[in-house]
């Protein structure tokens, strides 16, 4: 019982690291209509630059969050500008290939700058709680609590605010929304930058309790598109239940079958789906 | 109409020479044979992904896997079980054409991003597989001492350049069954869906057939040109699997132009004689790379080989008809071209040059 106590934690943990990622892959699938296959890159890059702003600049916990966050905001400002604005008219897999070319842009970056080796980031809540008789590190609380407070947020800013109800209505339907004076290309900025935000969040929350290396993203890419097509592309509940589900289904498989039945879950979960309901659990609103 | 072929004609014919001279060339410098032997293999493996991707418009990531299975087939059998590379080879292209229709099944049922991201998954998983099944694949130590090909007659292929011609007659083949395939029924049927697959549908063609058969031609070629590449190397390990190598022939693809018959192989070698002027670089290499893929999507989609289509068609067509029959009916135009003559017929008689890349991308070079 208390190993599944600490397990149900973990699995919250990595469930919200993951909802936090995929919600922003889903985003941009949902205003733009394609898979950011960088996505995977960008997390790692999230990551690196939260270690940087952390170790080497001296900031806080929470603050060098703030400013990765806000740091790789810019950056898909940037990208959206340069890369995916000027193939606005191209069929979508001038897209995917773009972000190809943006993956292995950051991965050799990355490389390039902080070396391929692993590092590792400590953890300024590094110490152990006790719930229910389980022991769990506090950096796990956090991540529960930190992805809960910034999915309320995220919600309320896509309810609420102008701005979030204008990406919505640009996710529904473009023409109506460009209809209603909405500005698709503000709406594809902003997008960019809060799916971009979110993915360097959930790098920097789970940073301190995985190593930071090159190769981070790219086996995170594949779970969190496992996760934005069991929730359905362009959903945003989905993937908040898609990223629990799968991370339950990884951290239970691996306790109690094997670490390879943990990895192979996310797998048999996405092939399945795709065979059997491409569309996903929530993914018949905004099919296009 | 002779006249009006030379210069393609005239094209191909300077490439086949290059290759059949190469050795010459390059002799007394096996390095370099071996790089152009490289070069030739990935083409190979690039006319796969340009059957399933120039061709018909369908994104595959699992490319590069089905590469890697081809690899592993030739590499354990030749090694671990003993077979002869003939058997290995031919058990290889089997087995991965297999396994592109048996995938093929699942993953066309997807369509547009949804394939790819299925694609994606498959070639991860049995990039996993690999580097998982330690008792089979032998995982990260990869599977070294893999035969040469056995002689044939006089044909000693433990000749570096023998069996470069091995290849190159693979290769030449692969060329020569895109451009069949191209001005083929089955090829416009595949054209047909990469402008609009309802398009297609709503005219009679057997959209879901005509993809099953290029995914599953293109992961044949893919295993052709793994089972090459492990002879050739002697040795193989899980990175020749990899989504990476996907991503190098994509790259292949996009330099060398996307649904053309000369792209890939053009795109082959001068990306492979790149990575070899970067050799120095070695880490920067992508640095350099990734935005050459970015630029070159966002400003010239469709290749060397496929603006020097345009080029001579624009050419051809300004000689043909002095007064421009109009740019409205270009579309029309481009396809009848297409159907109604012979090889390397070019694409709309008059296209609009400031056509966006959308239009320009799905009328295709050839």
């Not at chain 1, 979508?92 to 773009?98: E, S």
């Not at chain 1, 080796?117 to 590094?126: A, I, N």
């Not at chain 2, 059957?51 to 059998?77: D, E, M, N, P, R």
């Not at chain 2, 740019?327 to 694409?347: I, K, L, W």
Request: glycine fraction near 12%; aromatic fraction near 10%.
């Amino acid at each position: 019982m208390t190993l599944f106590i600490q397990q149900l934690i973990n699995g919250l943990a990595l469930g919200g690291i993951y909802c936090l990622a995929a919600i922003g892959l889903t985003l941009v699938f949902g205003v733009l209509g394609f898979p950011n296959l960088a996505h995977g890159a960008l997390f790692m890059v999230g990551g690196y630059v939260t270690y940087t702003l952390l170790v080497d600049v001296g900031l806080p916990y929470v603050v060098a969050i703030v400013c990765a966050a806000l740091i790789l905001a810019v950056i898909g400002v940037v990208f959206e500008r340069l890369i995916f604005h000027p193939l606005r008219h191209a069929p979508h897999t001038h897209h995917m290939i773009a972000t190809v070319g943006v993956m292995f842009f950051l991965i050799s970056l990355v490389q390039e700058i902080w070396g391929t080796g692993f590092l590792r980031m400590e953890s300024p809540f590094d110490g152990r709680m006790t719930v229910a008789g389980a022991q769990i590190s506090t950096q796990r609380i956090i991540i529960v609590i930190t992805a809960m407070v910034v999915l309320i947020a995220l919600t309320l800013f896509l309810k609420r605010s102008v701005h979030g109800q204008s990406i919505e209505a640009i996710e529904q339907d473009r023409t109506g929304a460009a209809l209603v004076g909405i500005n698709a290309n503000v709406v594809s900025m902003m997008t960019f930058a809060v799916s971009f935000a979110l993915v360097a969040i959930s790098a920097g929350l789970v940073a301190p309790i995985q190593l930071l290396s090159p190769g981070m993203g790219e086996s995170l890419s594949l779970i969190v598109f496992a996760i934005i097509i069991l929730g359905g592309l362009g959903s945003l509940p989905g993937a908040i239940i898609g990223g629990f589900f799968i991370a339950m289904a990884e951290v239970m498989a691996s306790t109690y079958i094997s670490v390879g039945a943990g990895q192979a879950a996310v797998f048999i979960v996405l092939m399945a789906v795709l065979a059997i309901k491409p569309t996903g659990i929530f993914g018949t609103v905004v099919q296009r | 109409m002779t006249t009006l072929l030379r210069p393609r004609l005239l094209g191909v014919l300077l490439i086949a020479i290059a290759f059949l001279v190469a050795p010459m060339l390059v002799s007394g410098q096996p390095y370099l044979l071996r790089i152009v032997t490289t070069a030739a293999i990935y083409a190979i493996a690039a006319y796969g992904l340009n059957i399933i991707l120039g061709l018909t418009g369908q994104l595959s990531l699992a490319h590069g896997a089905f590469f890697g299975v081809g690899a592993y087939i030739v590499g354990l059998a030749t090694t671990d079980h003993d077979w002869s590379f003939w058997t290995a080879f031919g058990v290889a292209i089997l087995a991965t054409t297999v396994l592109g229709y048996a995938s093929g099944l699942i993953a066309l049922r997807t369509q547009g991003a949804y394939f790819a991201i299925f694609t994606m998954a498959l070639g991860f998983l049995i990039f996993i597989i690999i580097i998982r099944w330690e008792s089979v694949t032998h995982a990260h130590s990869g599977v070294s001492g893999i035969k040469l090909p056995e002689s044939i007659g006089p044909l000693d292929f433990s000749d570096p350049v023998v069996l470069y011609y091995l290849v190159i007659l693979f290769l030449a083949g692969a060329a020569y069954m895109t451009h069949a395939i191209l001005h083929s029924n089955a090829g416009r049927s595949l054209v047909a869906i990469r402008t609009s697959e309802d398009l297609a549908k709503s005219i009679g063609v057997n959209v879901g057939v005509s993809k099953q058969l290029a995914y599953t031609a293109s992961a044949g070629f893919a295993g052709l040109a793994g089972g090459l590449f492990a002879t050739l190397n002697g040795f193989i390990g899980a990175d020749s699997a990899s989504i990476d190598l996907t991503f190098q022939f994509l790259l292949f693809l996009l330099i060398g132009g996307m649904g053309t018959v000369m792209g890939p192989v053009v795109g082959s070698v001068l990306v492979a004689f790149l990575f070899e002027l970067l050799q120095g670089l070695e880490s920067y290499r992508f640095i350099v790379l990734g935005p050459i893929i970015v630029l070159l999507v966002i400003f010239a989609p469709r290749g060397i080989v496929g603006y020097l289509n345009d080029f001579l068609t624009s050419r051809r067509s300004r000689r043909a008809s002095p007064p421009p029959s109009g740019g409205p009916d270009g579309r029309n135009g481009g396809a009848d071209g297409r159907s109604g003559s012979g090889p390397d017929q070019g694409t709309a008689p008059d296209r609009p040059h400031a056509t966006s890349a959308a239009a320009a991308t799905s009328e295709g070079g050839l």
